[in-house]
């Protein structure tokens, strides 16, 4: 079987979460939840002259970093794993300063990616809101019939950021003809034409858009020609 190596740098200090109750060779107390070996034999962390540091327990990795970082002295807490075989780290000891310090960086990082995510945010907004004017003034030249708050509620549903649908395309950002037609086309297939309702009813996709062609051909005629198509 091989040795029980601990992975760590040579220069760094390792603490033991011990799997049995051990107790200090120096001052006897005992059973120790972290124990340092010294010369092979326990000792307990005020004997180890570690007993100021507090555990930082593993998970948040920039805490961890900038603790270490901030701290005169640290040390690497790591427990065996019997399953696996090796020494597995549990967290690490830092001052308890050092750790105040290091929890202030992070949260002055915290608010400051917050603070850059909302200017995201808006900017996307405002990004997605000139999109959705333009697919919509863009239906409106196509066909000028189209009412004009339909036109708004066909370029906002289609432009979704993130939704996958045509207004997010490539041809749709680039508001092409084909595109703006297929977003209207949708909206006039689901909303002017029993379409839904032969899905509900069982009628194969591809026979229910049969049925309905003809009516959404003609709600787009008219539209394109200046006229108000249908309503329903």
Known sequence: MAPRTTPLPAN???VHQPLRGRHCAG???????????????PRCLDCADLGHL?????????????????STLSAVVVRFNRRRGRYERQGVLVEEDALARAERRCLADAEAR????????????????????AFAAEIRRLFPGCPAERARAVATHASVRGSGRVGRSAAGRALSEGAVTAALTASVRHLDTPYDRLLMSGVPRDEARRRIAAAVQTVLRGWSEGGLGSTG
């Open 12 to 14: 760094g200090i390792v």
């Open 27 to 41: 001052c006897r107390r005992g059973p120790l939840p972290l124990l340092v070996m010294e010369n092979g034999v």
């Open 54 to 70: 507090v555990l930082l327990p593993r998970g948040d990795t920039a805490l961890t970093r900038r603790s270490r970082e901030e």
């Open 114 to 133: 917050r603070r850059r995510r909302s200017r995201d945010a808006r900017r996307r907004a405002a990004e997605d809101a000139r999109f959705a004017e």
